[in-house]
């Protein structure tokens, strides 16, 4: 029985005397009461709509109660059934146990233990479904935490083998150049699109911009100066990866680029290879699209230090 709803009762005799009677007695505004004169007329009923239990009286016109309770537990479901007899003999009786009713009533019936066997059964069905739903509440929670598990643990494969091609590009490199092309390349593919700038000491201890990238061509060099030139002072501050909202810090840029700044979002990364020692930054910026979030920040501060270590064996 579905729980918010009212329970289903079908009753099948072919006394009309009896019919109605059981139908008053059941009839109450709580339950819905459908009734059939014959074994077909009731399988017919419940194919239509299955009900949650059945009353049938032993002997019908067409057929017998069991055979009403046989064909609905193969074409419908195991419906709960209670069987109604005038027959006191054993073997009627025997029988008729045999299809498991919930209940095996001779008459004269008594109707208020019917309907205390009814309202018993209900309850029963009532608490089944409810545990059926707790348990299916429980599964569908499961299930939600092992695919929240299963991306978890792909993201982290995924994050590992991308830093182990990262560290193999590394090795690989021979200039800073190739050194900023393996950082840029293992970016994207994490992140998307994105531009960039890197910077390196020079022997004058001055930054330089020695590569810039971008989707589909970097920005000038001019440009990537210009858009540098802060970001350098906020590192000197504080020289720990950032993010920079350019349209709340547009003050901080020159006049010249000050229009392109609204909608970018800026992600630097010192590059320091011991403590208090910075060689170089790497500034990645998206104008007017997704902010960069938490795993692409944190990605660039595991790719800060190699990064830097890299640089530092090109000296």
């Not at 009923?45 to 057929?63: M, S």
Request: negative net charge; aromatic residues 4%.
């Amino acid at each position: 029985m579905a729980q918010g709803r009212n329970a289903r009762i079908l009753i099948v005799d072919d006394e009309p005397e009896l019919r109605e009677l059981l139908f008053d007695a059941f009839n109450d505004g709580e339950m819905i009461v459908s009734v059939a004169a014959s074994g077909s007329e009731a399988i017919q009923l419940a194919k239509a709509q299955r009900p949650d239990i059945v009353i049938t009286d032993l002997c019908l016109g067409d057929c017998s109660g069991l055979d009403v309770i046989d064909n609905l537990r193969d074409n419908v479901g195991d419906v709960p059934a209670v069987v109604i007899t005038g027959h006191s003999d054993a073997e009627s009786l025997t029988e008729a146990s045999r299809h498991r009713p919930i209940e095996l009533m001779t008459k004269p019936l008594n109707l208020d233990r019917l309907r205390t066997t009814i309202a018993q059964e209900l309850h029963r069905l009532a608490q089944g479904n409810e545990a059926k739903t707790r348990v299916s509440e429980d599964l569908r929670g499961t299930c939600l935490d092992m695919t929240r598990s299963y991306r978890t643990l792909s993201d982290q494969v995924l994050h590992h083998r991308l830093m182990i091609q990262f560290q193999q590009g590394l090795l690989a490199s021979k200039t800073d150049d190739d050194v900023f092309r393996a950082f840029f390349r293992t970016f994207v593919r994490r992140a998307g699109a994105v531009s960039g700038a890197a910077l390196v000491c020079d022997s004058s201890a001055e930054l330089r911009v020695i590569g810039r990238f971008g989707v589909p061509q970097p920005d000038s060099l001019e440009f990537c100066k210009r858009l540098a030139d802060p970001m350098i002072d906020i590192l000197l501050a504080d020289p720990h990866v950032q993010l920079v909202d350019g349209g709340e810090e547009v003050e901080l840029f020159d006049e010249s680029i000050r229009r392109f700044v609204p909608g970018m979002n800026l992600l630097v990364i010192p590059l320091i290879p011991a403590p208090g020692e910075m060689i170089g930054v790497v500034i990645l910026y998206r104008k007017g699209e997704q902010p960069f979030n938490t795993e692409e920040i944190d990605l660039a501060k595991m790719m800060s230090y190699p990064t830097a270590i890299a640089v530092r064996r090109n000296d």
